[in-house]
């Protein structure tokens, strides 16, 4: 079956940089483009960031574009999302998803890593 | 952007009675309009996408409809595993693909 299980969250200073993994199993990596989404603490959805299925395609959230870099390493079935310039504001569950195959809605979605920025 | 607006924030609904929760666009999404479960501590769960079509392995019991701008996902004879919140997304022009805020479906 499906899975994405992320990995790497942290509390970090203001400031700092960190990067999220994203392992995925159960389907074939190189045939989906993948999403990176986040929620904050009591609040809805947000949706970051896109990567196509190779990797030549990326597309961001105005809130993140600059600062955050999505990636992919199709040899290791995994999906990464560096974070530079951390904000509180960007305290949140960060989950990757993975997309339908039309670049529409999110059919599996992990369970996500929580990144908490705070000095 | 396209922001999505959920109503009501919250739902109070017996077991066995219907819920009907509403989403609307504030510009038509057309049938581009995904439903998503999510339960405490859980990933979110593709319900619903193309406005009406059921994903794989979700009860009939769930249901979904509305175009344009407005939007609908029914709940019909709620079980206990159905409390949780639901989050509507469009995906008709993006980026950035939008969600709602979410309705919180409580007993």
């Given amino acids: ?119 | 952007e396209i922001v999505m607006t959920q109503s009501p924030a919250t739902l109070s609904v017996s077991p066995g009675e219907r819920a009907t929760l509403s989403c609307r666009a504030s510009q038509s999404v057309s049938s581009n309009l995904a439903w998503y479960q999510q339960k405490p501590g859980q990933a979110p769960r593709l319900l619903i996408y193309g406005a009406s079509t059921r994903a794989t392995g979700i009860s009939a019991r769930f249901s979904g409809s509305g175009s344009g701008t407005e939007f609908t996902l029914t709940i019909s004879s709620l079980q206990s595993e159905d409390f949780a919140v639901y989050f509507c997304q469009q995906y008709d022009n993006w980026p950035p693909y939008t969600f709602g805020q979410g309705t919180k479906l409580e007993i």
């Fill in chain 1, 1 to 119: 079956q499906v899975q994405l299980v992320e990995s790497g969250g942290d509390v970090v200073q203001p400031g700092r940089s960190l990067r999220l993994s994203c392992a995925a199993s159960g389907f074939i990596f190189t045939n989906y483009a993948m999403h990176w989404g986040r929620q904050a603490p009591g609040k809805g959805l947000e949706w970051l960031a896109l990567i196509s299925y190779d990797g030549s395609d990326k597309y961001y959230a105005d809130s993140v574009k600059g600062r955050f870099t999505i990636s992919r390493d199709n040899s290791k079935n995994t999906l990464y999302l560096q974070m530079n310039s951390l904000r509180a504001e960007d305290t949140a569950v960060y989950s990757c998803a993975r997309d339908s195959g039309g670049l529409d809605y999110f059919d599996y979605w992990g369970q996500g890593a929580l990144v908490t920025v705070s000095s």
